[in-house]
């Protein structure tokens, strides 16, 4: 069975610090790896993803995020944070590239404040 | 990209009583949608899958019997939460699969339900 782990619930980080965002997961068979963000009383976006090929994903708004096959890992990771990329950060994974049977970790509260 | 609407973003209701949830998505169609409850600080359980024209497919837990989902048409779906209790309470986020876009899926903002 496949399961996701964000090791911290909580990040707290001033404004132009860089951040990373921990996700672990499990599985036995191949897996495709996902982070959405959810901002306040809105659904989830999808930031990035990793299908296939280059270990290092670039998304949206800067992010980006290394898949660490012998870690199981999927970190992601931001050189300097706005005060807007305050939100929920979920990671998720999958066994089919359209993520359509996504299992989520519970989530991590990034914070900026200035 | 696609915007996948819900309606009502928020409800309260006594104890006992039906609340439905609508899920459209507005600018593709969706033959598959996807109803996630989450808790406070909880990641999202995925509760069951809606396929329109079809009986939805519940994930074990799930009672279909409370948590009715109907996908009549290629751009709505509902789930209905029959006999409401306080337990019942959460947020539910819907998504909409897009085929065209390679299957990715499009979330709702979700609906928090309150039952008293």
């Known amino acids: 069975a496949q399961s996701v782990t964000q090791l911290d619930s909580q990040v707290p980080v001033f404004e132009e610090a860089p951040v990373e965002l921990r996700c672990n997961y499990s599985?036995?068979?191949?897996?495709?790896l996902f982070w959405y963000v959810q901002y306040p009383n809105q659904g989830l976006q999808l930031l990035l993803k990793?299908?296939?090929?280059?270990?290092l994903v670039k998304g949206i708004n800067g992010f980006e995020a290394e898949f660490n096959k012998s870690q199981t890992s999927f970190h992601l990771r931001k050189p300097s944070v706005h005060i807007s990329d305050t939100a929920e950060y979920f990671c998720a994974v999958s066994e089919d590239q359209a993520g359509t049977a996504l299992i989520f970790g519970k989530g991590t509260t990034l914070s900026v404040s200035s | 990209g696609a915007v996948v609407s819900q309606h009502p973003s928020w409800v309260i209701c006594k104890s006992g009583t039906s609340v439905k949830i609508e899920c459209r998505s507005l600018d593709f169609q969706a033959t598959t949608m996807f109803w996630y409850r989450q808790f406070p600080k909880q990641s999202l359980m995925l509760m069951a899958t809606s396929n329109e024209g079809s009986k939805a497919t519940y994930e074990q837990g799930v009672e279909k019997d409370k948590f009715l989902i109907n996908h009549a048409s290629l751009t709505l779906s509902t789930l209905t939460v029959t006999s409401a209790h306080p337990e019942d309470s959460s947020f539910y986020i819907c998504s909409a699969r897009d085929e065209l876009a390679g299957g990715t899926q499009y979330f709702g903002p979700g609906t928090r339900l309150t039952v008293l």
């Open positions: 990793y299908l296939s090929g280059s270990t």
């Open positions: 599985s036995s068979v191949s897996v495709y």
